[in-house]
């Protein structure tokens, strides 16, 4: 017989105030060995500290996913030995292993919990935040052990499932083929589910929830009087179709005496046009439509003159039209339109399409406008994209564009992982160059920054296209890849970026996770790290990009101290 590799106890036999001793361990005894092996080493993995802080609620999360795909695995290698019929070791062999590498799990978890907090606070200390305490372990546990338990309990009820459905095919079929369909028959069927009906519900609810937020009108915020503005009574986009993101945008930034009183200088007041999802049945509805409020405004007259693809729940960044604004004295006009209502790293999954389609048909409508004004008068016309906004945004620059009638740069933030010229750029990056701050060929065309500007060092002059990639190395929208469950990634190579802990380790399947959650809280940290990105790192982009005159060091250190949010 071969010896089970499920953990065994006797249950006391008498005494009633021992019988919660009793269930505790026949509960534990049904678990394999093998599993909670597994499942203890990947939970000590994943209480090591990955790109961002994490509240002891995410972490303990986090770790009890973990505990639960680490129980997985150990009960899927168990399986396997048995499918393939690997002889069993000897009962006293098998119980002298099993003592070893209990002993060693144990003694990893102590070691690890012991070094939480100080992981933590590694982090903690490079973004300039409150420290965690002590209790933090604590109250990871007291998380993560639930969250991984219920896990564990509900594929074990679909693996009873499984069970049950290769013991009505056995009748019929080989036994070992039974439990191969029957494995892959429910599997397959769980996808369906998950993928073809609880996926999009669960979207449909978050887009509905996002969509009611969208109608939201926020105190304080009033539709503009004046003409020139989006929004106000003369406008072609009406207030509530400009979306709640949209309305922020319009009446946020800068006004002519605000640019006026820091510069010291005459200014303009900055053209903002912004089309919501309700402008328009389409993309490209959309996008028409916001071409003419630019021709109505007067945009086309401005010196620069601002393609800007939002985020996934129609976000703007001000800290990069603020700072736009005030470099060139208010002689801007930045247009954007609206394809989504959910956050990027749901988009990115969900429907990184909207995105492209939307930025393609207004970077159509506008280009197409622009590239018929005369050279000599016509607006500098730029790109701008923060996270999916610059997937939407790069997507539209077509080969066409390069060589027919030259656009004047782009500055591109956060790009997402999946960027399909910044994944070119990246992997045929200059030999030497770490992957967090690539140098790409001469630099002439394409330059990366990070919260210390890169931009100026000994490369060749700019070419007549200039485009810069904002990115911190903290950044996990950025930096997260599904190769990084089984390959560590190169970002992780020395020279590390200087906001990721020293204590960051790639562990497989592990790192991918804890990346993954960092995605969902990339927005929470500090400004200047993850996915925030600060004023004075676009100052340092738009500078380079688009050229403003009359700025000395000394004066744009000083736009840096005044636009901070």
Known sequence: ?????????????????????????????????????????????????????????????????????????????????HFMEVPALPARGSRVIKLISASAMLISLLFVLSHVVMWQNSIHHIMSMDTVDDTYSLFVVLVAFPVGFLTIEFFRLLGQAITLLSRQLKKFIPVKMSALIGFFSFSYLLFVVANGTLGPWVLHKIDRLQYQLD??????????????????????????????????????????????????????????????LRAGK?????????????????????????????????????AAVDSLEYLHNGDTAIVGVQYSYLSSYVSI??????????????????????????????????????????????????????????????????????????????????????????????????????????????YNPWGPVRIVYIQYASDPITFFSTSMFYKRPDWMKRPRGPDVSPYLRWYPIVTGLQVAFDMISSGSTPMGYGHIYSPSSYIDAWVEVTQPAGWSEKSLEKLKEHIRY
């Open 1 to 81: 017989m071969r010896e089970s590799f499920e953990i065994k106890f006797d249950a006391p036999k008498s005494g009633y105030s021992s019988w919660p001793t009793a269930f505790l361990l026949g509960y534990i005894g049904r678990f394999s060995f093998c599993g909670l092996l597994v499942a203890g080493l990947l939970f000590a993995a994943s209480l090591t500290p990955s790109l961002l802080p994490r509240p002891f609620a995410v972490q303990g999360a986090l770790s009890g996913v973990v505990l639960a795909v680490g129980y997985g695995i150990g009960v899927f290698l168990e399986w396997l030995w």
């Open 282 to 318: 389409t993309e490209r509805d959309r996008a028409e439509i916001a071409l003419q409020e630019l021709k109505r405004t007067g945009a086309f007259e401005r010196s620069v003159l601002v393609v800007a693809i939002p985020t996934g729940t129609g976000m703007i960044d001000r």
């Open 215 to 276: 109608q939201i009108v926020e105190d304080g915020i009033t539709p503009p009087d004046d003409p020139l503005m989006t929004g106000s009574p003369s406008s072609l986009i009406s207030w509530y179709e400009a979306g709640r993101q949209g309305r922020r945008f319009i009446v946020s930034g800068p006004s002519r005496q605000d640019i006026q009183s820091f510069s010291g200088v005459d200014a303009k007041h900055p053209i903002r046009v912004y089309a919501g």
């Open 349 to 458: 999954f969900a429907e990184p399409q909207y995105s492209q389609n939307t930025a393609r048909a207004l970077f159509d409508a506008v280009y197409d406008h622009w590239r018929e004004l005369p050279k000599d008068t016509r607006p500098k016309l730029y790109l701008f994209g923060l996270s999916l906004g610059s997937s939407g945004s790069e997507a539209s620059m077509d080969l066409h564009v390069i060589l027919y009638d030259l656009i004047d740069g782009a500055v591109w933030s956060g790009p997402p992982f999946t960027n399909r010229i910044w994944q070119d750029v990246t992997e045929n990056r200059n030999d030497g160059s770490p992957e967090w701050l690539p140098r790409y060929r001469d630099g002439s065309m394409i330059r990366f920054t990070a919260q210390k500007n890169n931009l100026k060092k000994s």
